[in-house]
């Protein structure tokens, strides 16, 4: 259980709604596929994935997947997750879930790429056909306004605080100091000019799929926004320095947009650490390797 108001979820009730609400899939294999901060997941059968979000306040994230994955697909490069059904709740469990088509593909890791200088291009071209894509009508309002497209300003006093937590946590080991001091650096600079763009907003390694070491697909638009992209390439310190170093090149990003990201990265890494410290440790231990990236790179 990450979260104070999360709602258990185990086969059995992933069942009861299939039974419910799809019984053409009721009979399938289902296991487990694992879990991120918002959603429980199940394999079902051989090309099916069913998403349950952990709590209330995460279904918002599949309405919008829902609503912009079927519109947005055509414009992007790579595979994105194909939503099949849009669960309603029922007498199992209490929230609206979804279906989607499952995506075969390795999740990034050392043993699945070699060649970390083509990911890095690879993602890169991926955010510059998302970043240029139409907005279909789409504004900066409502579930589209995540936090992450929009100031770093109106985000000081929860990262100022998850920085205060890093320093009791992992002070001994980690310079939270200069992390401290590059989180103020950043609050002076100018803030971004240009347009609002769609942003993926997570593209950490477990959300992009490979096929022999080469991007396939990207997954997990939960925290689709619309807004600024400074935040968007926050992700690229959790990759190899090979990676990041490709991927900065390819979309030519200058001194002060990297300062912004930067900032973004230690920042919702160190809320990371701070908020999951007791109860997701792979995460935190995520976290804490971006924190360690992003002081080894100014290195």
Aim: charged share 20%; hydrophobic share 45%.
């Amino acid at each position: 259980m990450l979260h104070q108001d999360e709602i258990p979820v185990d086969e059995e009730v992933v069942r009861a709604l299939l039974t419910e609400q799809r019984t053409e899939w009721a009979a399938l294999p289902l296991t487990p596929a694992g879990g991120g901060t918002d959603n429980t997941m199940y394999r079902l059968g051989s090309d099916l994935l069913v998403r349950l979000p952990r709590t209330a306040g995460k279904t918002a994230a599949l309405r919008k997947e829902q609503l912009w994955l079927p519109r947005l697909a055509p414009l992007l490069p790579y595979q994105v997750p194909e939503p099949l059904y849009a669960g309603t709740p029922g007498a199992a469990f209490p929230l609206p879930w979804s279906v989607q088509r499952w995506i075969p593909g390795d999740e990034v890791r050392p043993d699945t790429v070699a060649d970390w200088a083509a990911l890095g291009a690879d993602l890169a071209v991926f955010v510059r056909h998302l970043h240029s894509a139409d907005l279909l009508g789409a504004t900066r309002a409502g579930e589209l306004s995540g936090y992450r497209g929009g100031s770093l300003r109106p985000c000081d006093t929860w990262i100022t605080a998850a920085l205060d937590d890093c320093r009791t946590l992992i002070g001994a080991n980690t310079d939270v100091g200069t992390l401290q001091r590059w989180w103020r650096e950043a609050l002076t600079l100018p803030e971004p000019t240009g347009p609002y763009v769609w942003l993926h907003s997570d593209l950490k390694p477990t959300n992009l799929l490979v096929h022999g070491g080469r991007l396939r697909a990207v997954i997990d638009f939960g925290g689709l926004t619309v807004g600024w992209p400074d935040a968007e390439h926050a992700p690229i310190w959790d990759l190899p320095p090979a990676a990041r170093h490709a991927y900065r090149e390819a979309l030519g990003l200058d001194d002060v947009t990297w300062a912004r990201a930067r900032a973004w990265a230690l920042g919702v890494a160190a809320s990371g650490v701070s908020y999951y410290w007791h109860t997701f440790p792979a995460f935190v231990a995520e976290c804490r390797n971006r924190l360690r990236e992003i002081l080894a790179d100014a290195g």
